[in-house]
């Protein structure tokens, strides 16, 4: 019988040698080399963990922080290097989601029938 958490580890081993995953990889080192980048980036990533947070315990983020965060959005564009990193997220991610439906799978042929 198959042990599914080895097959899980080597999938985790497999996806960091994914041309997405290099790539991300590249990208993100080569933004956060640079101070100011990096920076906005991180000013970003915490404004969204944020508005995450409120939005998994159930608070709507009021205005001035819906604000806050578009601000932040906002500023990311003028810095190609956080911009580039974005574009890679979004590959990876489009790889794991294709990677989410393989294996999420035959739980969706089984309710399918």
Known sequence: M???????????RDLR???QYQ?????FKAMKA??????????FQSAQLEIQRMMSQGE???EAKMQEWQGIAAKLEEY???KDLMTQEQAMD???RE???IVTKPMADLYKQ
């Open 17 to 19: 040698t994914t041309e």
């Open 34 to 43: 640079d101070e100011v980048s990096y920076t906005v980036f991180k000013e």
């Open 60 to 62: 709507a983020p009021d």
């Open 23 to 27: 790539t991300l990889e590249k990208t």
């Open 80 to 82: 190609p290097l956080v």
């Open 99 to 101: 990677i989410n439906d």
């Open 94 to 96: 489009t790889l794991m």
């Open 2 to 12: 198959t042990n599914i958490y080895d097959t899980a580890n080597q999938l985790e």
